[in-house]
């Protein structure tokens, strides 16, 4: 019926199948790293379109035997309660992040148990995404009833065994978003976790992120969480996350985590990740906007996705990643933000307060949350 | 005199001091005047708890009751035309008056009306007028566009059944205003009947719309006119209505076509008349922002996708002044492009002057005589422009190559005039745009080469009469289509050769340029060269074949040199400016040049030249200058931020900078937010370079193309593979991370804490000191709220205060009144404070104490979405800006769609009304939508179950085949066979996706001959989903065939063993009620079963167990493709016939299931066998129970066999009076008899009395004798005795 779009190669692969869910128009990705030398679609993506298949009801996928072309027709999403093991060469970030841009807009409330790696180096970690995500979710979906997320067991690569619930009320359509004065930092938080291995790791993280930390601000408490006695099944890891919440309820998040055992990297050391997370934060900072550069996308997302009023919101330099989403998103819902650099006043001007911020601002697409039943 | 001495009283006389003075003075005494509470509290006072409680619940039901929720008003500045659409059953005077209105607006009279007539009839309002047919199609696709419906009703006849159909349409589809108007009220001559009609109607309508609709009267006409002055009021009504909007309308952009025209390549119409066509279709965008590239449906036709989207000048503007208080007779504009009038016609790139009254959209009815003639009938008969088609016309070179378009040659134009005199001597005059492409690479000296593309493509297409021309033309349309980015290149080039005279730029710079440049260069410069001397050869080319083409065409065609060559002139300007921008290396300047460039239209300009441009400029506005030229290399390339990064710190790495190399990792990261942070190129970079990458995807074809020229290397390619595989991840896990150990880094983010430095206006600090300050030197000031306005009380200098009207601080600063008194301020100063108060206090009261309520937020809050959204997008250009927020209500926009089907366009009848309706994100899917629905009550006949319905809702009209249900208790949709009667009902159909809330509305037959109410059902959308959970309730019935104590064995029910598999567990029931559960399956027979029961069952019970069983919705949805039938089958659109209606078609009757049918029910009597008594029984009976033997019958010839036979016999007289005689001997006798017998009884009697007298006395002596005797023998005894007793004493 509806006309498909044709994509090539596997980057943003998950930003376009959640776009084609919401839009409901088939999508078909072809040349799927035909160049590589493992060619074709990874298993953490035919895991992620099992994912969606779970959520969705009346999703038609079609993988060619190579698995380097797909075609995916999107159902409608109905949400519910729903188990998934992710693969472990990603962490539940990887999916996590893709179901909370879907959960709004299910029939029934969405409930979802996802089981891997939930700390590691290259995905957004759990922890992140609670802290940051989570708030900016909780302005978009007006009353958080029912906005839930718990990590039940940590698991770190390469065997995972981490549990993550969570759990988002249904909306027929979102709230418009203007969010343009981060305010300022008035306190830093973070956790570091351990697991497998001794306490002290943690100690070590939180002594040297606190160490650099001190210098800009007093407020810093970071908690310890330390797991023992996950099971045989997980590996060893520890990690730090940081989070910077600012007056106005903005929050920045950095993190950092210790090289997986097996990976041929050498062990890292406890200190030096403290010091990188810390590091990562200030830099987060330095680019600073009102929500993090995990998030830009999930938030412009949201912002795309309501009745024909202006959003508008100031971030940091957008991330490439960023950069792409809103490429797709013109793709697909022929939004276009209007960007702009955030001028200066003059009462701003000799404020160290970092790079220079960007204003975005777009109307939305007039999207309804087709599969909800009214009464 | 002495009456009046002694009626003259002592006068009274007060006192004024002692006793009674007092009291009276106290008596008198001033009190302070109270309010009625104070004066009597106990009225005031809460008696009742339970009172008090109801009156404040009462109050705040009350306010709260008036509160509607706050909707952000989306109400464009300029408003597009209100649709005004008369509608009405035939023959009710609706042309009539639609040409009345419009004569009445704009004292025109139009001959000819066909669709949608666009009028100014005031300063800020335009409206549309549109005519809706009789056809139901059109009422409904009117309903949904209409603002206001004027329902016309012949009074003389009372309402009829259209109008009925057309406010419940329109109840459905969101109601617009309807104002009723009746007609032929003269057909009354009785003015007493006119007033009671008029009544009944007027009540009918309130009934029917809302109490107080407003009802015009049109009580006759005057020359086949309505009059005159009631005309005028209905205008007046209509140009002041207000409308309150509805939710479809104010979610959906829509167009309501008011002119269409066919712009498919006429090679393809040659190859096939009934290809797919290209539409271009004309209106003004209504309901909300209309995005481009967007899913549209056009009711009637199907949906479809929006190719491209322009926007026009308005053809119908509103008066830019607005100090008269009337319209002009200038201003009042009317534009009704179908009806042949409004003159000029804007398109995208022509204008066309209407001199006539036959603009176009003749029927292309051609002769068969003219058949030779063919093409240049065509030609003449097209409905777009040249130019367009020649954008649109494609050449192939080889078989197998893509063909290629002069479009993107083209990107702008400028106009000039075609006189174009066709056959009949008629002039008409057409603005052409000729293109600008080339003139961009035309340089300054050679002013004579200015070209017109058009021409040339015009060659091209008709390039077949001969080879060498053609080959010629193609080998060019080659060079131009090796695209644009050639001719940036040159431009670049040029203004970079000329920057090189005027000035030298650093060489790096210079080679950086080159390098971006370089690789075609060579070629490049071949092409300019050719470029010229095809250019040449062209002008005398277009020369000779515009003159082969005039005979052809019988067209005279004039190209006015003139108008091309201000262009040019203009062109050249625009050029200079470019390049002179990039000399004076400043960025700012070239942006807006290039923004005044694309504001007239040289958008392809400004993407081409002003991104190189900036491309340069960034690398000139960079502070340093070693460091420019990497910064150039990465803004050239643009694309990949992350890689073109470490690309860069490589190459710093290699330059053997000293200074800068300490802190390298930091300043690359400076560097790269800096580049972000241009806002210009921050949307070139995620937005301009896609189209890059848009055209690479596309440059496949291009290559394939280009065979001749390799444009894309093999190194391209591999780096697209590169980024086509990214990994993909959230995290900017690449990005360059500065080393905050250092005190210098960790400084520049040290204001981004509450520790830091806060904003001048934010810093308590600075807040207190102001304060102080403020409170130092202004005693007793304070702030209007209201107003903002300051009120100061002045300095010891500034004495006067003026009055609260000139309360402006200013004004306040500087008057220095004459120093009076300080009472006199004072007491200024008093009542000053006292309105402060009072107005505190109204303050306060108004917002709830200071606390506003959740309602007055939530209004604010709307309040500021809705300026937001009107201030926004407001200074931009209305290019950019509709690439923002998409065409703006009220803009007059062309909308380009392709595979538009031939029949729209060759069946095309401008009274039908045209539409086209965005559709939003998801509404173009397919799937399950459930409705809420109620059969019609004025609709005759139940709906069945799968019978095909045609259903409105949002803008599609489509056919469908719903399956009723309805909700149990335990939320299960039990499928039903027909609608309930008088309940709503859920209908589950395949169809589209429509929001939640939409109404719909279902037609059985859209046939308007067929007597009664069309609309049979409406209802709402509840839900929608890509399955269905509707079921059926299935009784499988079994019977018993072993049975033990409380098991048994039943067959019949399952017809093989894994069927009973599946129901093992299962409750079943017996019909004598004995509950039992399904065990196992048993081998034989197949499908038989074990089951236990709670009782023990009997063979003859019968076994059964409920299940459900789903049921499967047809997937079955087509639209009603209404709009492609020939003029005169437009309302005989048939979709799929019931069941019942082909069988009734084709006289098939139905296998009766006799069991099915209801018969009168027999009831035999029940004939019951004689009962028989066991003789051994039958012997103890007492006799009266004993059966009885039955009477024999008499035997032949026996008394009772003939007394049974006797006859009735006839006497004679004689006879008679014998048989009288006997008669009377024999009852003589017999009362002889009768007496003679009593009087025996009688002696008889007597005669025992006197025997049993006579006996008695024999008996009585008898005893007596006896007596006597018995006596006598006692005596003798006695005697014997005592004579014994002697004997026995003497013995002793």
């Known amino acids: 019926m509806s006309s498909s779009n044709i994509y090539q190669g596997s980057e943003s692969f998950r930003v376009r199948l959640v776009l084609s869910i919401l839009s409901g128009r088939p999508i078909r990705i072809v040349k799927i790293r035909t160049q590589d030398d493992n060619p074709g679609l990874h298993e953490y993506e035919a895991g992620f379109i099992r994912l969606l298949d ?104 390469p065997l ?30 973070g956790t570091a976790y351990a697991v497998q291995v001794s306490p002290a790791m943690a100690n070590r993280m939180v002594e040297s992120a606190k160490g650099l930390l001190l210098k800009v601000i007093p407020d810093v408490f970071i908690t310890t969480d330390h797991r023992k006695g996950v099971g045989k099944k997980g590996s060893p890891g520890y990690g730090i996350v940081l989070i910077a919440e600012t007056t106005k309820g903005a929050f920045l998040v950095a993190e950092s985590s210790s090289n997986p055992i097996n990976s041929g990297k050498p062990p890292s050391v406890p200190e030096d990740i403290g010091l990188e997370a810390a590091n990562r934060l200030l830099q987060e900072i330095y680019r600073g906007g009102c929500v993090d550069s995990n998030c830009q996308s999930s938030t412009l997302l949201f912002m795309a996705l309501y009745q024909k009023d202006v959003s508008k919101i100031m971030t940091g330099p957008l991330s490439p990643y960023t950069i792409k989403f809103l490429r797709t998103l013109r793709d697909f819902f022929g939004t276009q933000f209007k960007v702009e650099t955030k001028q200066r006043s003059h009462e701003e001007e000799d404020l160290r307060t970092g790079c220079d911020k960007v204003i975005l601002t777009c109307i939305g697409v007039g999207y309804t949350n087709l599969s909800k039943t009214v009464a | 005199m002495d009456e009046d001495i002694f009626d003259k009283k002592k006068q009274h006389r007060e006192r004024h001091a002692g006793r009674k003075a007092e009291k009276k003075k106290g008596k008198n005494e001033h009190q302070q005047d109270l309010t009625a509470q104070q004066r009597n509290p106990k009225a005031f006072a809460i008696n009742s708890v339970k009172k008090a409680q109801r009156q404040f619940h009462r109050a705040q039901d009350l306010k709260t009751k008036k509160q509607h929720i706050p909707l952000v008003d989306r109400t464009p500045v300029e408003p597009p035309p209100i649709v005004v659409a008369i509608v009405g059953p035939p023959k009710v005077g609706k042309s009539t008056l639609l040409r009345c209105l419009i004569k009445n607006f704009t004292r025109q009279n139009l001959s000819e009306i066909n669709g949608p007539v666009t009028i100014v009839c005031g300063k800020k309002r335009r409206v549309t007028f549109i005519e809706c047919n009789n056809d139901i199609n059109s009422m409904i696709d009117i309903a949904k566009v209409a603002d206001l419906c004027l329902l016309l009703v012949d009074a003389s006849f009372g309402f009829e059944m259209e109008v009925f159909e057309f406010l419940n349409i329109c109840q459905v589809h969101g109601f617009p205003r309807i104002m009723g108007v009746l007609t032929h009220l003269d057909y009354f001559k009785d003015n007493k009947q006119l007033k009671k009609r008029k009544k009944l109607l007027k009540h009918r309508f309130w009934t029917e719309v809302y109490q107080g609709a407003k009802l015009f009267y049109l009580s006759g006409m005057v020359h086949g006119e309505y009059q005159r002055t009631e005309v005028k ?84 503007p509103l008066p830019e002044k607005l100090k008269k208080r009337s319209l002009v007779d200038k201003e009042k504009l009317i534009y009704a492009p179908m009806s042949g009038v409004g003159g ?100 300054e000296e050679e002013e004579d080469d200015s070209e017109d593309l058009d021409e040339e493509d015009l060659d091209e297409t008709e390039a077949e009469d001969s080879k060498n021309t053609a080959s010629m033309v193609q080998n060019e349309s080659l060079i131009f289509d090796e695209s644009e980015e050639e001719d940036e290149r040159r431009s670049i080039k040029k203004a970079v050769r000329k920057s090189d005279k005027k000035i030298s730029p650093t060489k790096k710079l210079r080679s950086k340029l080159a390098d971006v440049l370089d690789e075609n260069e060579s070629e490049v410069e071949e092409n300019f060269d050719s470029d010229a001397e095809y250019d040449l050869r062209d002008v005398s080319d277009r020369d000779d074949d515009g ?83 990497e910064e150039e290399e990465l803004s050239a390339d643009e694309e990949k931020a992350s890689d073109e990064e470490e690309e860069a710190s490589d190459e710093e790495e290699e330059e053997s900078g000293l200074q800068w190399k300490t802190n390298i990792a930091q300043k690359a990261a400076e560097a790269f937010y800096e580049r972000q942070a241009v806002g210009a190129n921050l949307r070139k970079l995620i937005y301009g370079s896609t189209e890059q990458t848009r055209n690479e995807t596309q440059g496949e074809e291009e290559e394939e193309i280009g065979g001749l020229f390799k444009i894309a290397s093999r190194a391209t390619l591999k780096a697209n593979l590169v980024t086509m595989d990214e990994f993909d991840c959230t995290k900017w896990s690449n990005a360059p991370i500065q080393d905050f150990t250092a005190e210098s880094v960790l400084e520049s ?56 009207e000139d309360s402006d601080p200013i004004n306040k600063k500087t008057s220095t009144g004459p120093v009076d008194e300080e009472a006199e301020r004072q007491k200024l100063i008093e009542k000053k404070m006292k309105l402060k108060e009072r107005f505190d206090a109204e303050y306060d009261e108004t917002e709830g104490g200071g606390q506003k309520s959740f309602y007055e937020e939530l209004k604010q809050e709307v309040d500021a979405q809705a300026n937001m959204n009107k201030s926004e997008f407001e200074g931009l250009d209305d290019e950019i800006r509709v690439q923002y927020e998409g065409f703006r209500p009220g803009m007059y926009v062309r909308i380009e769609i392709s595979h538009v089907p031939c029949e729209l366009v060759s069946n095309f009848d401008p009274t039908y009304p045209l539409i086209v309706g965005a559709l939003l994100p998801g509404e173009e899917n397919i799937g399950y939508v459930q409705v809420r629905l109620k059969k019609h009550r004025w609709h005759k006949r139940i709906l069945k179950t799968r019978d095909p319905l045609t259903v409105s809702m949002g803008w599609r009209r489509f056919q469908t085949l719903p399956l009723y249900s309805i909700q149990d208790h335990n939320m ?47 209802g709402s959308v509840v839900d929608q989903d890509k399955s269905t959970q509707i079921m059926k309730k299935l009784k ?29 567990g299962a409750s079943i029931k017996t019909v004598s009620g004995i509950r039992g559960q399904i065990k196992k399956a048993v081998r034989k027979p197949e499908g038989s079963f074990r089951a236990t029961f709670e009782d023990k069952i009997v063979l003859s019970d019968i076994v059964f167990v409920r299940t459900w069983f789903r049921v499967d919705v047809p997937r079955f949805y087509t639209a009603v493709t209404s709009l492609l039938l020939p003029a005169s089958e437009k309302n005989k659109w048939q979709g799929v016939k019931t069941v019942g209606q082909l069988k009734r078609e084709r006289s098939v009757r139905a296998e009766v299931n006799t069991d099915h049918l209801y018969l009168p029910v027999l009831r035999e009597e029940k004939v019951f066998a004689p009962l028989v008594v066991p003789r051994s029984l039958q012997r103890q009976l007492p006799y009266d129970y004993k059966p009885k033997a039955e009477v024999a019958a008499p035997l032949p010839g026996s008394k009772r066999d003939i007394e049974g036979k006797r006859v009735a016999v006839v006497l004679e007289p004689k006879e008679r009076k014998v048989l009288g005689l006997m008669k009377i001997l024999k009852t003589r006798y017999t009362e002889r008899q009768d007496k003679l017998h009593k009087e025996a009884v009688q002696r008889i009697k007597e005669h025992r009395k006197k025997v049993e007298a006579s006996e008695e006395q024999k008996l009585k002596r008898q005893r007596e004798l006896k007596q006597k005797v018995s006596r006598v023998l006692s005596k003798m005894e006695a005697k014997k005795e005592r004579d014994f007793g002697k004997i026995r004493k003497k013995k002793r």
């Not at chain 1, 995972?160 to 830093?188: A, T």
């Not at chain 2, 509805?246 to 096939?272: G, S």
């Not at chain 2, 954008?391 to 192939?396: C, E, G, L």
């Not at chain 2, 958008?603 to 070693?626: A, H, R």
Request: contains cysteine.
């Open chain 1, 54 to 157: 779970k959520i969705t009801n009346g999703t038609k996928v079609e993988v060619n035997e190579t698995g380097t072309a797909i075609y995916f027709q999107p159902g409608l999403l109905v949400g519910g309660p729903i188990e998934h093991d992710c693969s472990c060469q990603r962490g539940i970030g990887y999916y996590l992040e893709s179901v909370m841009q879907l959960a709004p807009f299910c029939k029934k409330p969405l409930k979802i148990v996802l089981r891997g790696v939930t700390n590691d180096q290259v995905d957004t970690s759990v922890d992140a995404l609670k802290c940051v995500f989570f708030p900016i979710l909780r302005r978009f979906v007006v009353d958080d009833e029912g906005l839930d997320m718990k990590i039940n067991r940590r698991g770190a690569p």
């Open chain 1, 160 to 189: 995972g065994g981490g549990e993550v619930f969570f759990s988002c009320p249904v909306r027929k359509q979102l709230r418009p978003f203007q969010f343009l004065d981060p305010g300022l930092i008035k306190r830093i938080r």
């Open chain 2, 233 to 316: 009021n209905l205008g007046r009504f209509i140009s002041v209505m207000k409308f309150r909007p509805l939710q479809w309308r104010t979610t959906h952009p829509y167009v309501f076509v008011d002119r269409l025209e066919d712009i498919t390549p006429p090679q393809d119409l040659h190859l096939d008349q009934k290809c797919d066509r290209t539409v271009c279709f004309y209106g003004f965008v209504r309901g909300v922002n209309f995005k481009n590239h967007c899913g549209v449906h056009i009711p009637g036709c199907g949906d479809l996708r929006v190719r491209d989207m322009a926007f026009l000048p308005d053809p119908c």
């Open chain 2, 344 to 443: 000029i016609v804007y398109d995208k790139d022509a204008v066309y002057i209407d001199l006539g009254g036959s603009h176009s959209h003749k029927d292309q009815k051609l002769d068969k005589g003219e058949d030779e003639n063919e093409m240049v009938t065509s030609m003449g008969d097209l409905q777009a422009g040249v130019d367009e088609k020649i954008a649109q016309s494609q050449v192939q070179i080889f078989t197998d190559s893509a063909p290629i378009t002069s479009v993107d040659a083209e990107s702008f134009k400028l106009p000039s005039v075609n006189v174009v005199v066709d056959s009949t001597g008629r002039q008409r005059r057409k603005a052409v745009f000729s293109t600008a492409d080339e003139q961009v690479m035309i340089d």
């Open chain 2, 547 to 629: 003159s082969e083409e005039e005979p052809m065409r019988k067209k005279a065609k004039v190209v006015s040199r003139r108008t091309v060559q201000t262009g040019n002139d203009e062109l050249r300007k625009k050029l200079k400016e470019v390049i002179e921008s990039v000399e004076s290396k400043l960025g700012n300047q070239v942006k807006k040049k290039n923004r005044k460039v694309s504001a007239n239209g040289l958008e392809d300009l400004e993407n081409s030249v002003g991104e190189y441009d900036s491309d340069i400029m960034t690398g000139k506005l960079d502070k340093e200058d070693d460091e420019s030229d």
């Open chain 2, 749 to 804: 983010v040290r204001d981004c804490f509450v520790t830091g430095n806060w904003k001048e206006s934010e810093n308590a600090e600075e807040l207190l000191r102001m304060d102080d300050d403020s409170d130092f030197d202004m005693e007793g000031d304070f702030e209007d709220l209201e107003t903002g306005e300051i009120h100061k009380v002045s300095d010891k200098d500034q004495k006067a205060i003026s009055d609260q």
């Open chain 2, 972 to 1018: 299960r949709n039990r499928s039903l066979k027909y609608t309930p009667e008088h309940l709503h009902c859920m209908a589950t159909f395949w169809g589209p996706i429509t929001p939640q809330g939409t109404g719909m509305l279902a037609i059985q037959s859209m046939n308007s001959s067929e007597p009664g109410f069309r609309i049979s059902a409406t």
């Open chain 2, 1036 to 1064: 499988l019935v079994g019977t018993p065939f072993k049975i033990y104590r409380k098991t048994a064995f039943i067959e019949g029910m399952f017809s093989s063993s894994l069927e009973v598999a599946k129901f093992e």
